[in-house]
T-cell receptor, first 119, second 110 residues
Framework: GAVVSQHPSWVICKSGTSVKIECRSL??????MFWYRQFPKQSLMLMAT?????????EQGVEKDKFLINHASLTLSTLTVTSAHPEDSSFYIC???????????????FGPGTRLTVT | QKEVEQDPGPLSVPEGAIVSLNCTYS??????FMWYRQYSRKGPELLMY????GNKEDGRFTAQVDKSSKYISLFIRDSQPSDSATYLC??????????FGRGTQLTVWP
């Protein structure tokens, strides 16, 4: 099956620093990538949808200047948490699909997640 | 009202038990229904995927969808300790945006 990787798997940083998380599709070209955030014992909440070569579409309530998303190639999307604060501590998960328009959720492949801890 | 409601549990059962996990939803536009399994601090793994109302079976897992009641279920037969995880339901319309439930934490004890 399709494989999606994320790096790093865990990052601890001090308040005020910026953190970049990478999401890569290893064996397919990802036309669309999604970024989710998951707080402990909570559901995955979609943050933004990114298509290769265009600006990301952010969900309501997600600050685009805070969470910078770059989908520069068909196999890589990055999420940068700028000026991170303790409330940004969460589990960030990406997913990727090779389809431009999803016919159903089974075509989304999830990465292993990145745990961000801001002290 | 949330799009998808799921009882977070926790649910604890003995090995060999039949487990029933459920979600309800409010958006009648949802057409695709998924169940994911998520181990602690890992990404979700797709378990079952259904489109229409009715049952779909895969080994020890059965997914059931009742669109008229806006209710979906996942049954696990002969549960094993390795089934201990958080189970998330998810659904989407033809636009593909996934809506997840909170997840139900399941523990199967030997």
């Amino acid at each position: 099956g399709a494989v999606v990787s994320q790096h790093p798997s865990w990052v601890i940083c001090k308040s005020g620093t910026s953190v970049k998380i990478e999401c890569r599709s290893l064996d397919f070209q990802a036309t669309t990538m999604f970024w989710y955030r998951q707080f402990p014992k909570q559901s995955l909440m979609l943050m933004a949808t990114s298509n290769e070569g265009s600006k990301a579409t952010y969900e309501q309530g997600v600050e685009k200047d805070k969470f910078l998303i770059n989908h520069a190639s068909l196999t890589l999307s990055t999420l940068t948490v700028t000026s991170a604060h303790p409330e940004d501590s969460s589990f960030y998960i990406c997913s990727a699909t090779f389809l431009a328009g999803l016919a159903g959720g089974d075509e989304q492949y999830f990465g292993p997640g990145t745990r961000l801890t801001v002290t | 009202q949330k799009e998808v409601e799921q009882d977070p549990g926790p649910l604890s059962v003995p090995e060999g038990a039949i487990v029933s996990l459920n979600c309800t939803y409010s958006n009648s536009a949802f057409q695709y229904f998924m169940w994911y399994r998520q181990y602690s601090r890992k990404g979700p793994e797709l378990l079952m995927y259904t489109y229409s109302s009715g049952n779909k079976e895969d080994g020890r897992f059965t997914a059931q969808v009742d669109k008229s009641s806006k209710y979906i279920s996942l049954f696990i037969r002969d549960s094993q300790p390795s089934d201990s995880a958080t189970y998330l339901c998810a659904m989407c319309s033809t636009l593909g945006r996934l809506y997840f439930g909170r997840g139900t934490q399941l523990t199967v004890w030997p």
